[in-house]
């Protein structure tokens, strides 16, 4: 971390991404309280997040974008168009207005499907090959840590001042993220004009070039599998903490408070596992660790439960850490934002879905078995990926494993094994 944050437009770039984060945590939670106590409806508290990832659905559009222009362009007028898109909020006084709110998460949604792109094609730009790890860590520590009080104060102010308060708070962080862009000095390379194709082309030009390199695939799939049922995560701990703990609703903040401190040690060690067993195992061992946090937070115990958020947080950031880093890595750079899109598509199509039935399953099945079955489908898709790993440690040796090896002590003895083939 020391070598990044000897970097100036690093340093920059990640000042300016972590107030933005911090306004993202404080509203996204206090929007989906907000709509409960408007509403009283747990199903309508969980839609917010619904609407916030819905748009993800044109992201390959998003991705065409990225890579027709220039990445420090779209986050500038990006980040300026999203905190304008905010001050509708201000509006919202009763549950007749709910569907303000709802918009407006529409909107946010949409300008993240192209702001994600962008960012994550921007950060090859500024840091060098062998940081990138490091980067997306501290990206990933800063966005989760701040669990440990952005959620906390988004529903203080919620509660002291109304959401109008958190929506301009969050709207000021894109200010500071849009003067943090115009600060840094980065040489991006120009879109390259001569090999724009036909626009169907270029549109599934991620799509190609994923299902091209076998273990993009693998951690795509794997990634995708897991997102089928992990959007029950968005709206079970409402149940958890009003039929399991028998808290108020305002208590979810506390657990999102703790997710963060997990994700704070996730965060911390995913670059050092990362440089040590590779890509895909860290992804894999995440997934593993998020089907034991979902199991804890079946347990009606306050302190199991927190626990299982301590494990989720962790879980999160090193799924996360590997997955975009082996992206960034397999990817040439004119391709960033349309394969980073593709993926975003691939994997948020399926969260969207299971947010949706989250929602509507929550009323009808207890919440154990929601997060039963996102315990016992994160447990078999890191499994699969961790095994997919060990072959291919396997085939680049030139021989099969034996049996009684482990996937993991493999890639111990070959660590750069599952990042060898840069961008």
């Not at 819905?54 to 990006?78: E, F, H, K, Q, T």
């Not at 708070?169 to 894109?174: E, G, K, Q, S």
Request: glycine share 10%; net charge positive.
């Amino acid at each position: 971390m020391r070598a990044l944050m000897r970097i100036r437009d690093a340093r920059l770039y990640l000042v300016g991404q972590a107030f933005s984060m911090l306004g993202d945590s404080a509203l996204l939670i206090a929007a989906a309280i907000w709509v409960k106590e408007l509403t009283g409806s747990n199903g309508a508290a969980g839609l917010t997040f619904f609407f916030v990832v819905a748009p993800s659905l044109c992201a390959p559009l998003a991705g065409v974008l990225v890579d027709r222009v220039r990445r420090r362009a779209v986050l500038l007028w990006g980040n300026a168009l999203t905190g304008l898109a905010l001050l509708p909020l201000l509006l919202v006084h009763d549950a007749g207005q709910v569907w303000i709110v709802w918009v407006v998460m529409v909107l946010y949604g949409a300008s993240y499907t192209v702001l994600g792109p962008a960012q994550s094609a921007l950060l090859p730009s500024i840091v060098p090959d062998e940081l990138l790890a490091d980067a997306n860590a501290l990206l990933r520590t800063v966005r989760e840590g701040l669990r440990l009080f952005a959620p906390l104060l988004g529903a203080g102010l919620l509660t002291v001042a109304g959401g109008g308060a958190v929506a301009a708070l969050d709207a000021a962080t894109f200010v500071v993220a849009v003067v943090s862009l115009l600060a840094i000095r980065v040489a991006e390379r120009p879109p390259d004009r001569a090999q724009r194709e036909h626009w169907l082309r270029e549109v599934s030009a991620g799509f190609r070039h994923v299902a091209a390199v076998p273990a993009l695939l693998r951690m795509t799939v794997a990634t995708a599998v897991v997102l089928l049922v992990v959007g029950f995560l968005e709206t079970a701990p409402f149940a958890v903490v009003a039929q399991g703990l028998h808290q108020p609703p305002t208590f979810l903040g506390v657990l999102q408070m703790v997710q963060g401190a997990g994700a704070i040690a996730g965060g911390l060690t995913a670059a050092p596992v990362l440089r040590r067993l590779g890509e895909s195992v860290l992804a894999g061992l995440g997934m593993v660790l998020l089907a034991a946090g979902s199991a804890l937070l079946i347990v009606p115990s306050m302190p199991v439960v927190i626990a299982g958020g301590v494990v989720l947080g962790a879980s999160l950031s090193w799924l996360l850490v590997g997955s975009n880093t082996l992206l960034q890595r397999r990817t040439p750079d004119r391709l960033q934002g349309r394969v980073f899109a593709a993926v975003d598509l691939a994997t948020s199509t399926p969260q969207t879905v299971s947010i949706a039935a989250g929602a509507a399953l929550i009323a009808v099945v207890p919440y154990g078995a929601l997060l039963g079955a996102v315990a016992v489908v994160s447990a078999g898709a890191g499994l699969a990926l961790l095994r997919g790993e060990r072959r291919d440690q396997a085939k680049a040796m030139g021989r099969m494993p034996r049996s009684g090896s482990s996937g993991v002590s493999r890639a111990r003895r070959s660590p750069t094994a599952s990042s060898s083939s840069g961008t």
